[in-house]
């Protein structure tokens, strides 16, 4: 493995020695994706719709520095590395802050952990170029590059004040550092790859998995030396135990029995075994085919998820026939992010965000070592066939951003129609969960609040829907994350089902008014069907389709005085 790499790369991997040219590229990359990533990063505002951003959010405006106390206090399952970094930046910044007009400590918190999420995905894109420079083809580098730069999931995740943008930063960080000890054999880099999982570990627990990578660089080390087994045994353990003690200094919060408690309640919910009303799209869905179905297609676009399929076992093959291990090394770590959550009952977009610097630069490898290889005597052809593929990604891009953020978000625009359309003092039914509904209270204060969730709980939550569907002037539904589940899942949701499927079908008495348009760039970033295409969470963070319906006082009602469900 070393001697393929050290023909093609005499140099040390301390020198990252790049041309006049190609430095031009690199900041040009880097400012476009700061653009895409940066862009329009206050969204939301004042509401902050993502719940789990908000619940960080919350953790840091209410930790208090007068005493180390603040190290133990975290939330979910995550660490605390993070969330006590941007503690003390907020409060080291509170007065830039306040010029900048961000007088919310709340709001503070947002801002700086979406900054903070921005400013390692750019990094991202820079840590992909390095791989790339120092390991792989011109061309391969080139097409990895703007994969990343242009890739919807990574700018999306980049606008998002919750922990996968780092995640996916560090883990780039720790292959970048494999290839450097497998390059120059220097022990220094297994220390910073240990660092790294240490660090990552801290920020999520589940990235202790990754400490297989340095054990099984320390592992090659010590064969080449020559190292006892006594002696190697004592190594390795040093090397196991050191991450461990690094991240409890990191995050001490995991020594807590809060964290404890947490760590059960979120594994529950990964299994399944405690269902929830946030994982109910997940019942019946088949593993790894969900990913490349209903994920993947948006974080990657639809020919770039096709060209993956065939590029991992090609990429692969080409690894282990030439002993490379630019090859194989991106492969590894793509299995090791993605097999996991794979075959978790809960398969929310953002776990695959991590994997897409891998993705990207086993595409590229695989396009361009393919096309080197059927069309040696036709480069050009080779090249358009290459920047039409990164043509697609950057439409995708541009596509996505301007539907989600460089329009005024979905569910405060459906807010001020209803202000101009609905009158002040109707009886106003909506749904429980979801903050969609907050930017409709200053101008529609009878607002009743219905737990949809439940209404295959028992034959009472029935009765009771149906009461207040005839007390209602009108229907509000600002998320699409219920009705989606429960039109997808007949037999498990009946009532559910029965209720949006008559809903949406105008037999219920109410006639749909309003529902978020879907122009040309949704239909772009969405496959034309922002509801039902993907998974729930590619859209109902930061732009969901916003439902309003009014009673209709008519034949319908005739018909069906007391409109069962």
């Known amino acids: 493995m070393r001697s393929n790499l050290d023909k093609k790369y005499p140099s040390s991997f301390l020198m990252f020695k790049i041309k006049n040219l190609k430095l031009k590229i690199l900041i040009v990359l880097l400012i476009v994706g700061g653009f895409l990533r940066f862009y329009n990063l206050n969204w939301g505002a004042p509401f902050y719709f993502h719940p789990d951003e908000r619940n960080i959010a919350s953790l840091i405006t209410s930790l208090d520095g007068s005493n180390l106390g603040f190290l133990l206090k975290g939330t979910f399952a995550y660490g605390t590395l993070v969330s006590n970094i941007v503690f003390v930046i907020k409060n080291l910044t509170d007065p830039i802050l306040r010029i900048l007009g961000l007088n919310d400590p709340f709001g503070q918190s947002i801002i700086l952990l979406r900054i903070v999420s921005s400013v390692s995905s750019i990094f991202t894109i820079l840590i992909v170029f390095l791989i790339g420079h120092k390991t792989l083809k011109w061309q391969q580098t080139l097409a990895a590059t703007l994969f990343t730069t242009f890739s919807v999931g990574l700018i999306q995740a980049a606008h998002f004040g919750v922990y996968e943008s780092i995640l996916t930063l560090m883990y780039s960080l720790l292959l970048l550092s494999g290839i450097m000890y497998l390059k120059t054999k220097k022990l220094i880099y297994i220390f910073m790859s240990i660092l790294i999982v240490s660090l990552a570990t801290a920020i999520k627990i589940n990235s202790f998995i990754f400490l297989i990578i340095p054990v099984l660089l320390f592992v090659m080390h010590l064969r080449e030396k020559k190292i006892n087994k006594i002696q190697g045994s004592i190594y390795l353990f040093l090397l196991i135990s050191s991450p461990l003690l690094l991240t409890f200094f990191a995050s001490p919060y995991y020594l807590t029995r809060n964290f404890r408690d947490m760590f059960a309640y979120e594994a529950s919910l990964l299994t399944g075994s405690l269902p929830v009303f946030y994982t ?108 039409a593929l990164v043509l697609t990604n950057a439409v995708s891009a541009f596509s996505y951003l301007s539907e989600v953020f460089i329009k005024e978000d979905t569910r405060i625009a459906a807010s001020k129609w209803a202000s101009w359309n609905i009158p002040k003092d109707t009886k106003i039914l909506s749904e429980v969960y979801d903050l969609g509904i907050t930017p409709f209270n200053p101008y529609l204060p009878n607002i009743t609040l219905f737990n949809f969730y439940d209404l295959d709980g028992s034959a009472r939550k029935k009765i009771e829907l149906e009461k207040q569907l005839k007390n209602a002037d009108y229907l509000i539904t600002p998320s699409q994350r219920v009705l989606k589940s429960r039109i997808a899942n007949k037999e498990k949701f009946p009532n559910g089902f029965n209720f949006y499927s008559n809903l949406l079908s105008e037999k219920l008495g109410f006639k749909k008014i309003y529902e978020t348009p879907c122009d040309i760039f949704c239909k772009i970033t969405y496959l034309g069907n922002p509801v039902f295409n993907f998974e729930e969470t590619t859209s109902v963070f930061d732009r969901p389709t916003v439902y309003i319906f009014k009673r209709v006082r008519g034949d319908a009602e005739r018909q069906d005085p007391d409109h069962k469900l």
């Open 280 to 387: 109910g799209e997940f019942f019946g869905t088949i593993p790894v085919i969900y990913q490349f179905t209903d994920i993947l297609p948006f974080l990657i676009n639809p020919i770039l998820t096709l060209l993956f399929i065939i590029a991992l076992p090609y990429v692969m093959y080409r690894g282990i026939k030439k002993r490379n291990v630019a090859y194989l090394m991106p492969c590894i770590f793509f299995v090791i992010l993605f097999l996991p959550n794979a075959l978790l009952f809960a398969k929310w977009t953002r776990y695959l965000v991590p994997t897409l610097p891998f993705i990207y630069l086993i595409i590229s490898i695989g396009v361009v070592d393919f096309l080197d290889t059927i069309l040696r005597n036709f480069r050009t052809q080779a090249t358009v066939i290459v920047a």
